[in-house]
């Protein structure tokens, strides 16, 4: 059974899962949108009984993770997703981990790589390097690419952030569906991740990181070193694992083939069929074998 635990940074009160030996070597795995923790539930056993201590945040703006100050801006760059997981780190003194993650998870886990390399003893990323540039604004993709972003055009109006508040579960519903054609999935397991959306800085926290991704909202001033840093797409040096679902409806897999050679030589990337873009609910045996080959 996971422990439900509460870290404070300078910023937040974030609210993470732990399983497994407390002395054990620290596994993190870091959700995307729109999800939560329960995410990683496949995958959290296996390395639990294999003798890893198993952490599990919940994103800003997910669950009970919550801003410590009221008035603070819900602000969610890159940079803020990937100083809340050293934030972490740092709290729970942990001098070296292993990271999984996809979507907004796994660029948090990429960025923490760039940041602090020494840290990272293994990258498994889902999705493949999904740094962005924020400072350029970005070149449109193909026509299909770009109809597969409808919501985040959307979340750029007035009428997507009134629309994801009065909408959320349909909305998210309809994209894990889009996303992971080949995942059937019923009511009871959506609706025991539905929840996290109702914190009340799901909204501003996700229409804030589809504004600024685009140049529609201001970042933090203190993350614009790491911004500019990011924007020339640093290499990771961590040992790492790319894998992808060959089913993602979102980031098809041809869209990080050219990633490689942001990991170092001999990186392995791994397309997996039965899975789309919700890839550690449907392989999540996946992740474990992929974490294990790269901790030997």
Request: hydrophobic share 40%; with cysteine; charged share 20%.
């Amino acid at each position: 059974m996971a422990t439900l635990c509460r870290a404070r940074t300078t910023a937040l009160e974030i609210a993470y899962e732990e399983s497994g030996a407390p002395d054990g070597f620290p596994v993190v795995l870091l959700h995307g949108f729109p999800d939560d923790a329960r995410a990683w539930d496949g995958v959290v056993g296996p390395l639990a009984a294999a003798g890893h201590r198993v952490l599990v945040p919940y994103l800003r703006g997910y669950g009970p993770t919550r801003f410590l100050d009221a008035e603070a801006p819900r602000m969610a760059q890159q940079a803020a997703i990937g100083q809340d997981l050293l934030d972490l780190l740092d709290v729970l003194t942990l001098p070296a981990v292993a990271l999984a993650g996809y979507d907004w998870g796994g660029r948090a886990a990429c960025i923490a790589a760039i940041l602090q390399p020494e840290r990272v003893r293994a990258l498994v990323t889902i999705g493949g390097y999904n740094v962005q540039n924020t400072l350029a604004p970005p070149r449109p993709a193909s026509a299909r690419q770009e109809r597969a972003f409808w919501y985040q055009w959307y979340f750029n109006t007035e009428r997507g952030r009134a629309g994801l508040a009065a909408n959320r579960r349909e909305i998210c519903r309809l994209l894990w569906q889009d996303w992971s054609p080949g995942y059937r999935f019923d009511d009871a397991t959506f609706e025991a991740t539905a929840g996290s959306f109702d914190n009340p800085d799901f909204v501003p926290v996700v229409i804030h990181s589809y504004r600024h991704r685009h140049g529609n909202a201001p970042g933090e001033p203190r993350f614009d070193a790491i911004e500019a840093r990011l924007a020339a797409r640093p290499s990771i040096t961590a040992p790492s694992m790319v894998l992808h679902g060959a089913e993602d409806g979102v980031d098809p897999p041809g869209t990080t083939d050219r990633d490689l050679a942001k990991f170092p030589p001999g990186t392995e990337r791994r397309v997996v069929a039965g899975a789309g873009h919700f890839f550690p609910r449907e392989q999540p045996g996946a992740v474990v074998e992929a974490l294990r080959t790269l901790l030997r």
